[in-house]
């Protein structure tokens, strides 16, 4: 087979990407190789490359010039997969096997050459199934507390964080967020998406100047708080899981943003699954304790070794956490509310086939977000947060 090569971007096929798995030294030329394009999400081309004899497998992950979902007339920049590979590689030195290994990056063709996760299942499609996946909130709690910690200020040196900074600086992708998460789902825009049974509820929504105006504190947290680097899109399907390992992927919406945001958009995802879930709800719910519990309890041992003055003073950490909390509900809030209304809905709520129940279920997650987003400041521990979670559930 003629292997060529690409010096400027186009769009991979199946037989270019097997080219550059050759090119990149990952295979050797002449190997049989098979490749499939196996792209779900919403905005790139995932190919999954394997050599036939030994079973040995990539994956070659390359951004598009537009929004897959919406097509090419939602233009968006090929930045990202430098974003994405810069991001994973950095996580990488804090968390280790909680983020797949990248073998090989090329900016320019927007192309990130992966470790292959393909033995694992999608966290979101696996929970829906039933599976309750008993790592989960450990590691994600371990790699919420380490990416969030050793980049922001209580680790780094100022330069090397404002060189981050500089960096992940990443426009577009928070643009997407800003409108998809905090505006659109909040004002009648033309991409929500939403049954018609659901207009009076929306309509509500819209009218409600309190909510509006507790989303406009939030977004400007999202806008202004460069506090940590974010991986800026940490829902269910961005994790890989079985009973034994976990590994975040996709951190293309990378960014330096408030700590609380990631932790929101997480707990808010395995809301869907208690909310939405025929089954036991209690194993979802400790994972959403859990997470919080391990994320805090990690934080706080490495804040012991921070050497800003600040550190050390009596109540700064307690401040910290608390803000954490409190922003990680109204930005899980937020998400409870855009993944039901807004542009890219959940899975977990659109698979229930019975309508009534749908709608149900989804009502369920507009309350609920509302009342995460206006009542963050007055549910005052995790516990405190299932007790609500729960009652929304019944
Ligand atoms: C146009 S992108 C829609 C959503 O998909 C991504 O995964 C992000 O969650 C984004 O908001
Ligand atoms: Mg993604």
Redesign the pocket.
């Known amino acids: 087979m003629a292997i060529t090569k690409l010096n400027t971007y186009q769009p991979l096929t199946e037989q270019s990407a097997i080219s550059m798995a050759v090119n990149v030294g990952i295979f050797e030329d002449g190997s049989l190789l098979t490749c499939e394009e196996i792209g779900d999400?919403?905005?790139n081309l995932v190919f999954h490359v394997v050599e036939r004899d030994s079973g040995k497998g990539i994956i070659i992950k390359q951004a598009l010039p537009y929004?897959k979902?919406?097509g090419e007339s939602?233009p968006?920049t090929i930045e990202r997969a430098r974003i994405e590979a810069g991001a994973l590689n950095l996580q990488r030195s804090f968390v280790g096997d909680l983020v797949p290994e990248v073998y090989h990056s090329d900016p320019s063709l927007a192309v990130t050459v992966m470790e292959d996760l393909s033995s694992l299942t999608i966290a979101r499609a696996g929970l829906i199934n039933g599976n309750k996946y008993p790592r989960l909130s450990d590691d994600i709690g371990t790699f919420l507390a380490n990416t969030l910690y050793f980049t922001s200020d209580y680790a780094l040196h100022p330069f090397r964080k404002k060189e981050y900074v500089k960096e992940f600086s990443n426009p577009e992708l928070c643009k997407?967020?800003e409108d998809?998460?905090f505006t659109d789902p909040f004002f009648n825009s033309e991409t929500n998406e939403f049954e018609e049974e659901l207009s009076g509820d929306v309509q509500q929504l819209w009218d409600d100047f309190t909510v509006k105006l507790e989303v406009a504190k939030l977004k400007k947290s999202f806008l202004t708080e460069g506090e940590a680097l974010l991986h800026g899109?940490l829902?269910t399907?961005?994790i890989f899981v079985d009973d034994q390992h976990t590994k975040v992927i996709?951190p293309e919406?990378a960014f330096y943003g408030p700590i609380g945001f990631d932790i929101g958009q997480f707990i808010a995802n395995l809301i869907f699954q208690v909310i939405a879930s025929p089954g036991e709800k209690e194993p979802i719910l400790h994972h959403i304790e859990n997470t919080w519990n391990v994320f805090s309890a990690t934080f706080s041992k490495h804040w012991k070794e921070s050497g800003d003055a600040y550190t050390k003073v009596n109540g700064y950490l307690e401040y910290v956490l608390e803000k954490s909390f409190q922003d990680s509900i109204g930005f899980a809030g937020c998400e409870c509310i855009?993944r039901t209304i807004g542009?890219?809905h959940v899975d977990d709520l659109e698979s229930i086939e019975d309508k009534e129940q749908r709608l149900k279920a989804k009502r369920a997650c507009l309350n609920l977000g509302k009342k995460l987003i206006v009542n963050r400041k007055h549910i005052l521990s995790i516990e405190e947060l299932l007790t609500l979670v729960r009652s929304y559930s019944e």
């Open positions: 999400g919403n905005l929004a979902v919406v939602w968006l997407i967020t998809l998460v899109d829902h399907g961005s996709d919406f855009r542009l890219a």
